[in-house]
Structures are given as C-alpha cells and as structure tokens.
C-alpha cells in the first residue's frame, strides 16, 4: 500500500532513510568510557552527517527539556534516527506544516555540546564503528 506521505517524499530521501535505517539495525552495541555510556542521538546524528547528505539538527522533542538530535535531508523532511522514547525506528517525518509530527521537532541550539572534548572524543568513536558497519554493509 501507498501511503499519502510518499507523494512529499523524494526518492533521493527514501534511499537515505532506508541506508540509515539499514545501519541502525546493524550498529553494534557501542558502550564508550569507563562509565560504559551508551551511544545517545546527539552523537549518532552527528555520525551520520560524516556518511550520508543528511543535517545534524539539535533541539528538544515534543517540549523544551526533552533534548533531541535528528537529521534534516535537502528537501527539509526529518529523519529520526534514533527516536525519543519509542522502540524502533528510524521514523521519516514528511516536512508539511500541517504535520503534527513534524511540529514535535523543536529546533534549538544545545549551547556547548559539540565544545565539549569528551563528547567530540566519544563522537569519533562512534564514527569509527559507524565507518566499518558501513563498510561491511556496502552502502557507500
């Protein structure tokens, strides 16, 4: 079935929404520091921005102190890679101002983050391994 929102989508956007998707699934599970931190969707984002023409975009979901990272195509549709609260995804939000769900997504500057030395240093890691599951994926 042919859903409504494919007619605002560009094919260009599906192919990268597919590989993303694609990638998620085969990301092993990256633990970082002496802490064992898990890999969030700021780090991740910005990852994917290395590998694919996608726009790291950092802000709050739903409502501010929600902070969020997910990914804009040239077209302006939204890529969740790794969506807040839910189990799955990525999710393709078309970019329509009638779209609730596009409307969730409330860009905003997080001051700092990617001045932080450890966050850049835990972010290369996950470029790395990003890197090698692309690699062995052959999407490149």
Same mark, same amino acid.
């Given at each position: 079935?042919?859903?409504?929102?494919? +007619?605002?989508?560009?094919?260009?956007? *599906?192919?990268?929404?597919?590989?993303? &998707?694609? #990638?998620?699934?085969? @990301?092993?599970?990256?633990?970082?520091?002496?802490?064992?931190?898990?890999?969030?969707?700021?780090?991740?984002?910005?990852?994917?921005?290395?590998?694919?023409?996608?726009?790291?975009?950092?802000?709050?979901?739903?409502?501010?102190?929600?902070?969020?990272?997910? +990914?804009?195509?040239?077209?302006?549709? *939204?890529?969740?890679?790794?969506?807040? &609260?839910? #189990?799955?995804?990525? @999710?393709?939000?078309?970019?329509?101002?009638?779209?609730?769900?596009?409307?969730?997504?409330?860009?905003?500057?997080?001051?700092?983050?990617?001045?932080?030395?450890?966050?850049?240093?835990?972010?290369?890691?996950?470029?790395?391994?990003?890197?090698?599951?692309?690699?062995?994926?052959?999407?490149?």
């Amino acid at each position: 079935m042919r859903v409504d929102a494919l +007619l605002f989508v560009t094919q260009k956007d *599906i192919k990268i929404f597919s590989k993303i &998707g694609q #990638v998620m699934e085969a @990301l092993p599970d990256i633990r970082l520091g002496s802490q064992n931190e898990v890999v969030d969707c700021h780090m991740l984002g910005r990852a994917f921005e290395n590998f694919f023409s996608v726009k790291c975009v950092d802000g709050y979901y739903y409502r501010r102190g929600w902070r969020h990272s997910w +990914l804009t195509t040239r077209s302006g549709n *939204i890529i969740d890679h790794y969506p807040w &609260g839910m #189990v799955g995804g990525p @999710l393709l939000v078309v970019n329509d101002r009638f779209n609730p769900a596009y409307r969730l997504y409330l860009k905003k500057e997080l001051n700092g983050l990617d001045e932080k030395k450890e966050f850049r240093l835990r972010t290369q890691q996950v470029i790395a391994v990003m890197e090698r599951t692309i690699k062995a994926l052959d999407l490149r």
